[in-house]
């Protein structure tokens, strides 16, 4: 054996000698090489895929949340590609769940066949399809949340949220606008349900839905909700308001409440002068139990709010600017569509770099129509504004990263929890995207002396082509030319200037010239009140720094801000203010107390399992946001929410 180990020892001196000789690694050392990656998956073409798919999605294990699937999948033999979506449409990320895709398994004529994951794409099933199989079948299972902790919750024993892009399989190498489904959902018996798909007049067995055939696009972008307590109400002759709730009693909904979703759907017809859809409906959850869901598509949208939010209107300021910001994306990110954001299936990576408009825009519309309907009133959406300034007004983050890099956010963290949200930044493009288009709205008002507003370019640029709902992309220089046509101006410098420029001024241009400015008072507004409710927190972020959860545990702190510089960070939770045990009120009365002073808040603070007193230096009060008017003449901000006769 020594022998053998000394002759194996002089071959590899040898062959090492050599690669030194050869130009290779050193003596001693070893180098490999980079295997090129091979992409084996086709891509996608615009050519029709022969026959239609058959699935069905068993959605009825509301106890255990699971979903069960089967695709009957009209196949040719040779190899096939099977696609699990990844890129969804709306999530601006990778963000499908292929982790909750269990039991995966095919078969054709009885017969199980194999299959193998990408090495690359994880996504991807590969099928070697023998010959005379016309069609194959795959069944799996998809596991939905159980908990917040492992995604968001869209099954509970009363609601189901069946989103299909999660729950089936696609082939490769084809758009999803040529790919045809038959598609057929089971919900547990009596359950009413809703969705942008209307049941075929073919009834199913038990509580089985069928539905037309339809194009895989449209299949993905058209979810259905399911549930034991449904009420829907016509909002107008093609809008329905379809609520879904955990109890009978959390449906009860006001004349005057019902009045202004109402008003909702009149004013943003107004506003735009097209609609984008034969029939559009709101599939709403009120349930504490479903994970917050905000998630527009053309002809509906999934959306979600506390259990209480009719029955506790005045405590639920804050949640209701989300039906208008999701409605108005049928028309905004929908009908029209960033040129780099339309991809032709789900593999294909979306380009974010025009979410400004897509979110940004709609996240103004939003704010402006639920003032225009009244489910805001014009108190209310002022407050909501001054939180929105006072957020860009005060971001550390601003001095580092421009807005536009913003839009990659959901791609580097996939909305997870940060240590420094202010320093790092997060996904601006919405409220910070609000504050730019505020700013061109007060900006053609003054330089077309009040006979134009940003209401006329929503009609050039939205309103076109009345009841089409197919999508008409964009880019950056339709957006300048239709500014342009609407009031001559530097758009593109403007813009350039606050989205692809490090900025450390926040963009209140808007607020300014609408005749109001950003101050800050030692009582929060009932709109503020509202978020730190719907949030179950204590917003401390212009005084101490920092954002104050449950049980005295932070969940924020503002990079540079006095919690910051005595060293707390998120997580940290605190036990005691000077001396006694920890309370909301108690911190809130030490602030007030340290107000003009010159003694600093004493903490004792719990980080991991050590404890320590930290000193927070702040002698300012408290201070919460708000916009104050200024001069007497006409307010272009209060002509801005102002209803449309």
């Given at each position: 054996m020594k022998y053998r180990c000394l002759a194996l020892l002089s071959s590899a001196f040898v062959a090492s000698a050599a690669l030194a000789q050869s130009g290779g690694a050193p003596t001693g050392t070893s180098q490999p090489e980079a295997l090129p990656i091979?992409?084996?998956?086709?891509?996608?073409?615009?050519?029709?895929?022969?026959?239609?798919?058959?699935?069905?999605?068993?959605?009825?294990?509301?106890?255990?949340?699971?979903?069960?699937v089967e695709e009957v999948i009209p196949v040719k033999p040779g190899p096939l590609v099977l696609l699990y979506p990844a890129w969804l449409p709306g999530a601006h990320a990778p963000q499908g769940e292929i982790d909750k895709v269990a039991g995966l398994t095919i078969s054709a004529g009885g017969k199980t066949l194999a299959w193998k994951r990408d090495t690359v794409d994880v996504r991807a099933f590969h099928i070697d399809v023998p010959e005379g199989v016309a069609a194959i079948t795959a069944k799996f299972n998809f596991l939905s949340a159980t908990a917040d902790d492992q995604g968001a919750v869209v099954m509970t024993p009363n609601i189901v949220a069946l989103e299909w892009i999660s729950n089936l399989l696609y082939p490769a190498g084809h758009y999803s606008r040529r790919i045809l489904f038959e598609p057929s959902a089971t919900f547990p018996k009596g359950w009413t349900t809703a969705g942008a798909l209307r049941p075929t007049p073919q009834p199913?067995?038990?509580?089985?839905?069928?539905?037309?055939?339809?194009?895989?696009?449209?299949?993905?972008?058209?979810?259905?909700?399911?549930?034991?307590?449904?009420?829907?109400?016509?909002?107008?002759?093609?809008?329905?308001?379809?609520?879904?709730?955990?109890?009978?009693?959390?449906?009860?909904?006001?004349?005057?409440?019902?009045?202004?979703?109402?008003?909702l759907v009149t004013q943003a017809t107004k506003l735009f002068g097209a609609q984008h859809y034969d029939h559009y409906d709101f599939l709403y959850a009120l349930s504490d139990r479903i994970d917050g869901f905000g998630l527009e598509h053309h002809r509906s949208s999934e959306d979600q709010a506390s259990a209480a939010y009719f029955l506790d209107w005045d405590g639920h300021l804050s949640e209701r600017d989300l039906l208008p910001h999701e409605y108005v994306h049928s028309w905004n990110g929908k009908f029209r569509r960033p040129a780099d954001l339309w991809t032709p299936d789900y593999r294909t990576p979306m380009q974010n770099s025009l979410l400004w408009v897509y979110e940004g825009q709609t996240q103004f519309w939003g704010f402006v129509l639920a003032a225009r309907s009244g489910l805001l009133s014009k108190q209310d959406s002022l407050d909501a504004l001054a939180t929105v300034a006072a957020m860009y007004d005060t971001l550390p983050g601003r001095a580092w990263r421009p807005l536009i890099d913003t839009t990659n956010e959901e791609i580097i963290s996939n909305r997870r929890p940060v240590a420094f949200q202010t320093y790092q930044r997060g996904e601006d493009y919405y409220s910070e995207g609000q504050l730019i288009w505020l700013e061109i709205d007060s900006l053609i008002r003054e330089k077309s002396g009040g006979k134009r507003s940003l209401d006329d370019f929503a009609k050039a640029f939205f309103g076109?082509?009345?009841?089409?709902?197919?999508?008409?992309?964009?880019?950056?220089?339709?957006?300048?030319?239709?500014?342009?046509?609407?009031?001559?101006?530097?758009?593109?410098?403007?813009?350039?200037?606050?989205?692809?420029?490090?900025?450390?001024?926040?963009?209140?241009?808007?607020?300014?010239?609408?005749?109001?400015?950003?101050?800050?008072?030692?009582?929060?507004?009932?709109?503020?009140?509202?978020?730190?409710?719907?949030?179950?927190?204590?917003?401390?972020?212009?005084?101490?720094?920092m954002l104050v959860g449950k049980g005295g545990k932070v969940t924020g702190v503002m990079w540079d801000g006095p919690a910051f510089n005595a060293g707390i960070t998120v997580g940290t939770t605190l036990m005691a203010i000077e001396g006694e045990t920890y309370s909301d009120d108690d911190l809130k009365a030490a602030i007030v107390g340290a107000k003009g002073g010159d003694k600093p808040i004493t903490l004792l603070i719990k980080q991991g399992e050590a404890f320590r007193t930290v000193q927070v230096k702040w002698n300012g009060g408290l201070r919460y946001p708000r916009l104050e008017r200024t001069g007497k003449g006409p307010s272009s901000l209060d002509a801005l929410f102002a209803a449309r006769p």
């Open positions: 091979v992409d084996t998956i086709p891509g996608a073409r615009d050519i029709p895929y022969p026959g239609t798919i058959r699935l069905s999605v068993d959605a009825s294990d509301v106890e255990q949340r699971i979903f069960h199913g067995v038990g509580g089985t839905v069928r539905y037309d055939t339809v194009a895989l696009d449209t299949l993905a972008d058209s979810p259905i909700f399911a549930g034991r307590y449904v009420r829907s109400e016509k909002l107008s002759p093609d809008v329905t308001l379809n609520m879904f709730a955990e109890r009978a009693d959390e449906l009860k909904m006001t004349d005057a409440q019902l009045g202004l979703h109402r008003a076109v082509r009345d009841r089409d709902w197919g999508e008409l992309t964009y880019r950056f220089d339709d957006i300048v030319s239709t500014l342009n046509a609407i009031q001559p101006y530097d758009w593109a410098t403007f813009l350039h200037e606050r989205i692809d420029a490090v900025a450390p001024k926040a963009p209140l241009g808007g607020i300014a010239r609408g005749g109001y400015r950003l101050i800050y008072t030692d009582t929060p507004t009932p709109y503020w009140k509202s978020r730190e409710s719907a949030k179950e927190r204590i917003d401390l972020s212009y005084s101490l720094g």
